[in-house]
């Protein structure tokens, strides 16, 4: 059987037994988590989120880059047309983890790597690549001193270790 068969079948059965008509385009705990694509970070898994709790962008490495400003504003739009003001109510979760693939492309293609960030190639290391401790710090302060991301959310941030399945806090929740 291939893959899209097995969606389609893994769909009826999500349709029939979990689909969730009620539930709104806002997230109900006023939270957006920004992740890794990697499939062993799943937001919704690792932190045992509901359907519906919280609004999920996930790129390469989980990381604060011109693109996911974009991202954000957009999403400031979509949630005014749904009726509600993104304000200091809401969180900003930073999620990033331990062993992250974005590391092999630091040291095999940081030329791929530096424009993805928003640098140039001699400031990569800037943005702690290697380090997810110092890249979620960075990641969490570059949100905070944004003019409108900053004033607009609490905002965190987490590491996730994939030998261990915990979090750990590395920013706390401000402001």
Not at 24 to 48: A, H, N, Q, W, Y
Not at 71 to 95: H, M, P, R
Request: with cysteine; hydrophobic share 45%.
């Amino acid at each position: 059987m291939d893959v899209i068969t097995q969606f389609v079948q893994r769909n009826a059965e999500f349709a029939e037994h979990g689909f969730h008509q009620e539930l709104k385009i806002i997230p109900s705990l006023k939270t957006l988590i920004i992740g890794c694509v990697d499939p062993r970070v799943d937001p919704m898994d690792i932190l045992k989120l509901q359907p519906g709790e919280a609004a999920i962008i996930r790129n390469v490495g989980g990381r604060v880059n011109p693109s996911l400003f974009e991202t954000l504003k957009i999403l400031s739009t979509v949630s005014k047309a749904g009726g509600v003001e993104v304000g200091k109510d809401w969180n900003l979760v930073v999620l990033q983890h331990t062993q992250c693939g974005i590391n092999g492309c630091y040291h095999n293609a940081p030329e791929l790597l530096a424009p993805y960030m928003g640098v140039p190639l001699e400031q990569l290391d800037t943005k702690a690549i290697t380090d997810p401790y110092k890249a979620v710090a960075i990641d969490v302060e570059a949100l905070r001193a944004h003019p409108v991301v900053g004033k607009n959310f609490t905002i965190s941030g987490l590491l996730y270790d994939v030998a261990t399945g915990l979090i750990e806090t590395v920013v706390p929740p401000a402001a």
